[in-house]
T-cell receptor, first 113, second 117 residues
Framework: AQTVTQSQPEMSVQEAETVTLSCTYD???????LFWYKQPPSRQMILVIR??????QNATENRFSVNFQKAAKSFSLKISDSQLGDTAMYFC??????????FGAGTTVTVRA | GAVVSQHPSRVICKSGTSVKIECRSL??????MFWYRQFPKQSLMLMAT?????????EQGVEKDKFLINHASLTLSTLTVTSAHPEDSSFYIC?????????????FGEGSWLTVV
């Protein structure tokens, strides 16, 4: 079984600054995928970024980037130049080829004006 | 982009009754859909995998007779909460796996709030 751990229940960041969310996971699989999802107050799940485990290069999507440390089983998300619209709950997620997602407990991010 | 629609977005039902939630892929075919449950301020927990034309696969601890899942077509999966009780009140979210040509991406529906009174 896979587990995903997010140890930061809440994070607060000033607008335009950077915040890093941590995520660790545990698995015995060698081929897997990692994701960060954003869930704003509307509750719609929005994919922020994905990382294939076989890729060494860290994924980047505009202001969002990850630090993927496979040996340490760590997958942190960095939000640069934070915007008010980034306020949401962020979930780290993991899956293998069965497409079932295992989610962490989530981190609530609040961007302050 | 791909759209997954859930209906109803909010529903209130009386204790002991059944309620059906639909998950529909609007512009693609989905042989596999997933149902998740999310309590307030908590994470999403996978309830079951819905496979078109076959029985759903339930996660450990999920009562299959209480949460009936039907995936009768390539674009529609339904979740029926039978004999609902107040503890079944929750946010239910479906997701659908895009099969071909879109990199096996997963798309989420907007979710459905169920309140049992």
């Amino acid at each position: 079984a896979q587990t995903v751990t997010q140890s930061q229940p809440e994070m607060s960041v000033q607008e335009a600054e950077t915040v890093t969310l941590s995520c660790t996971y545990d698995t015995s699989e060698s081929n897997y995928y990692l994701f960060w999802y954003k869930q704003p107050p509307s509750r719609q799940m929005i994919l922020v970024i994905r990382q294939e485990a076989y890729k060494q290069q860290n994924a980047t999507e505009n202001r969002f980037s990850v630090n993927f440390q496979k040996a340490a089983k760590s997958f942190s998300l960095k939000i640069s130049d934070s915007q008010l619209g980034d306020t949401a709950m962020y979930f780290c997620a993991f899956r293998i080829n069965d497409y079932k997602l295992s989610f962490g407990a989530g981190t609530t991010v609040t961007v302050r004006a | 982009g791909a759209v997954v629609s859930q209906h109803p977005s909010r529903v209130i039902c009386k204790s002991g009754t059944s309620v059906k939630i639909e998950c529909r892929s609007l512009d693609f075919q989905a042989t596999t859909m997933f149902w998740y449950r999310q309590f307030p301020k908590q994470s999403l927990m996978l309830m079951a995998t819905s496979n078109e034309g076959s029985k759903a696969t339930y996660e450990q601890g999920v009562e299959k007779d209480k949460f009936l899942i039907n995936h009768a077509s390539l674009t529609l999966s339904t979740l029926t909460v039978t004999s609902a009780h107040p503890e079944d009140s929750s946010f239910y979210i479906c997701s659908a796996r895009v099969n071909v040509g879109r990199g096996n991406t997963i798309y989420f529906g907007e979710g459905s709030w169920l309140t049992v009174v």
